[in-house]
């Protein structure tokens, strides 16, 4: 189990890494854009990551390649809410294929899925921090190397505890 907890920090047996969370904190999660990393226990869903920028990634998941046609839908008014979709589209939605590093790496939690609840948050990644591990708009963000090494470690089926 990968614990998250509040003061920062992710944890894997023996390894901890810090984080950057949500900018409102670890909490109940309840709307779209509340800046909350949500509290609860999930599961990993995809990995995509930039082959331009990320050379050599050794783990146990199947990697999805990131192309610039590919978004996340943040829009609670499209039926592909919380999902991956093409771009552009006439939907609100995040680009994956960004000039920062951000999401050269992404773990995606299946937070608010089956069944996906409009308004309710989406996209709660795990992805490359920023500079000082600035807060995050709700997802959980790793040092480039700190990801690439947890994913190294982790098993497929691991799960994720946000607390």
């Known amino acids: 189990m990968i614990i998250i907890n509040k003061s920062g920090f992710l944890k894997y047996k023996h390894f901890k890494f810090k984080c950057a969370l949500g900018k409102a904190g670890i909490k109940k999660k309840k709307l ?3 800046q909350i990393t949500p509290k609860g226990t999930y ?3 995809n990995i995509y990551f930039r082959k331009d920028r990320v050379k050599k990634i050794s783990c146990k998941f199947k990697l999805i390649k990131i192309t610039k046609k590919m978004g996340w839908c943040d829009d609670p008014t499209s ?3 919380n999902q991956l979709i093409n771009i552009p589209s006439k939907y609100n939605c995040e680009k994956l294929f960004r000039k920062d590093n951000i999401y050269d790496l992404i773990i995606v ?3 608010n899925t089956r069944p996906t609840i409009k308004f309710k948050g989406s996209a709660i990644f795990i992805h490359i ?3 000082n591990y600035l807060s995050t708009e709700g997802c959980i963000a790793l040092k480039k190397q700190d990801l690439i090494q947890l994913l190294k470690i982790i098993p ?3 799960k994720i505890e946000i607390n």
């Open 32 to 34: 779209e854009g509340d």
């Open 43 to 45: 599961k990993i869903l």
């Open 79 to 81: 039926k592909n809410y």
């Open 109 to 111: 939690l299946n937070y």
């Open 129 to 131: 921090a920023k500079k």
């Open 156 to 158: 497929r089926k691991v």
